[in-house]
């Protein structure tokens, strides 16, 4: 997501670009994430403490990370459909937010499956945690904005502005929401910290983030490329595209 | 003066309009007219700096005016589509607010002149949840009368207005072009306005 | 008069007539609609007083969850009253009028916020030490908690105005506004009613105290500038 995207800059020539990267995306998630859960599942070994149940980590650290970092990418295209006024990049903002809302949804209940065998409770009011379900409903809001405003021009513009103080008031709301927690429950209860993370658990939750950030990529690009064809269907390269014409 | 080169709205998918051009020189009124729904409104709103075209540019006296330019705005009196009056204020606290949210500092004595000229002297006390849409209409003359604003813009100026006040609007423009301002105004009824100093623009 | 540009008012010169002209109209609005501003107060008050009724009326109880509940109901009570900060003017082509002024957009709507503060979150802490009656809370409870809102129920106008900006004219728009406001009112609920924990748990309460006054001069200096930029989105 780093490329100079100045030179695809419009929908049109994107579009076929696009459409050539997200196999390529989509094939590294699928086998990263077969090499991650081959870890996780198989070559780590038995947590002293947590025996088995532990191993939802390998799910839950990857989603938790990609949720938070999605959040800073949709701001960062907000930022540049802002400030350049281009339209690829506001879609490109759109495009993101649903599956940054997976992520998150994914990481609240792979942590309450992991809870509920290692503290017996499904939700148990942590730091991170209780920031998760905060964030999911900055994502919520971004889309239900996006989706309350009829002009596509207009709304690009407000969800940029709410990304944006999203993004600014997400430390905020996880300083307070630590401190918080840590003024009530102590450190006991905190659901990723592990006391002595084995080098191997380390390697398959990267790998596994790897993986979730592929699939990312890949899910936003495919998921740009409809917003382009429905945004844009009036325009000529919409209409010549060999899948609009045989439709 | 006031030029559009090449100005192009959207709604939708479709285009209002595209390569609209045009120029208007001091002491002129660019007077639209069209059938509804061809984007009289939404051309005014461009020119005041409420909305950005989808392609073309606006200048103003030379230099490109973007949305909300400041000196488009310091030289503007717009009239939209509502009167923009708070019901519960009387008539002469609204055209003071008004004016002084323009910047005017009008003091009491101008303000009921004001109202004098439009006819409106019994009506200054009273809430303008009480007035009726012609009186309304008045008010927001007045307030033209208060800025001493080069540009003026008004969408459907004549709308709600009897003949005595569509008269006044009449003598109103015509005396700020007469001192050598300039007029937008959407239309569909025609506005008395000295055929001379008249361009005429028709939509759609 | 000639067709030059008028000369626009040098900056410093224009944000304090812009800041009065839209505290002074606005304070006036509101004073002349007292009863809907009647109405939200006693919203407020009537939410306080539902919560024993859902638990028990047990001092202890009580007057743990005191400062919470009249945070919440705070938090509650300044969403309801969002939308009259710049729908009112939306509907009635003021806001329009108010956008094209030669004045700073950004004065403008810091005055409305500003206004709108006096007549919501003002009377909300000044009515807390009031309500606290019901919730057995001691005397020291009560200041900070006072103290918490005074600086609290600003942060909750300012963060608000962003929010009532960009919903302006949708469908929905009170439910949409809770949905965008509130995860962002999360830090203020916790610092404020923490305020008064803390001070019962020996802590005292500066630490709470000070970072909701940094937050305050934050959202001072930087909602305006997005509540701004959101009313002229909704113009467009």
Known sequence: ??????????????????????????????????AGLYVGLVVAPTDFQQGDAYRIIFIH??????????????AGW????????TRLSAMMAQAIAPTGALMTFIALWSGAFWGRPTWGTYWAWDARMTSELILLFLYLGVMALRGAIDDPRRADRACGVLALTGVVNIPIIYFSVQWWNSLHQGSSVSLTKAPAMAAIMLTGMLIMSLAAWFYAIAASLARVRIIMVERERGAAWVSELPEVRNA | MLEAQKLAA???????????????????????????????????????????PADGEIRWNG???????????????????????????????????????????????????????????RQRTLPARVLSQGQRRRIGLA???????????????????????????????????AKGGLAVAATHAPLGLPAARVRPLTLG | MTADTATAPTAAGVVWPALRWAVARDLKLALRSRGELGVQLLFYVIVVSLFPLSTSPERNLLATMGPGVLWVAALLASLLSLPRLFAGDHADGTLEQIALSPYPLVALVSGKILAHWLTTGLPVAVLAPLLSLQYAMDGESVAVLTAALLLG???????????????????????????????????????????????????????????????LLVAIVAAPFAAAAAVRIALD
């Open chain 1, 1 to 34: 997501m780093a490329l100079n995207w100045f030179k695809y800059a419009s929908p049109a020539s994107f579009y076929p670009v696009a459409g050539r990267m997200i196999p390529w995306f989509a094939w590294l998630a699928a086998i990263l994430a077969a």
């Open chain 1, 61 to 74: 650290v990857p989603a938790a990370w990609m949720s938070m970092f999605l959040y800073v990418v949709m």
């Open chain 1, 78 to 85: 907000s930022a540049l459909a802002l400030g350049f006024n």
């Open chain 2, 10 to 52: 959207r709604r939708g998918f479709a285009n209002l309009f595209t390569g609209l051009s045009f120029r208007v020189e001091a002491g002129e009124a660019l007077v639209v007219t069209g059938a509804n729904g061809t984007g009289k409104t939404t051309l005014l709103r461009m020119l005041a700096g409420l909305s950005a």
């Open chain 2, 63 to 121: 230099r490109p005016a973007a949305p909300f330019d400041p000196a488009l705005r310091a030289a503007l009196a717009f009239a939209g589509h509502l009167p923009a009056l708070k019901d519960e204020l009387t008539a002469e606290e609204n055209l003071a607010s008004l004016v002084a949210l323009e910047g005017e500092a009008a003091g009491r004595e101008s303000v009921r002149d004001a109202l004098d000229n439009v006819a409106l002297s």
């Open chain 2, 143 to 177: 307030r033209m009368t208060l800025l001493p604003r080069p540009l003026w813009i008004l969408d459907e100026p004549v709308t709600a207005l009897d003949a005595a006040g569509a008269e006044l609007l009449a003598r109103i423009v015509a005396g700020h072009l």
């Open chain 3, 153 to 215: 129920t600003p942060i909750l106008s300012l963060l608000g105005a962003i929010g009532a900006a960009l919903t302006l004219g949708l469908r929905a728009s009170g439910s949409l506004l809770a949905l965008l406001v509130l995860p962002l009112y999360v830090p203020v609920l916790i610092f404020g009613a923490g305020a008064v924990d803390a001070v019962r748990a020996g802590l005292g309460a500066s630490a709470n105290l000070s970072l909701l006054g940094a937050g």
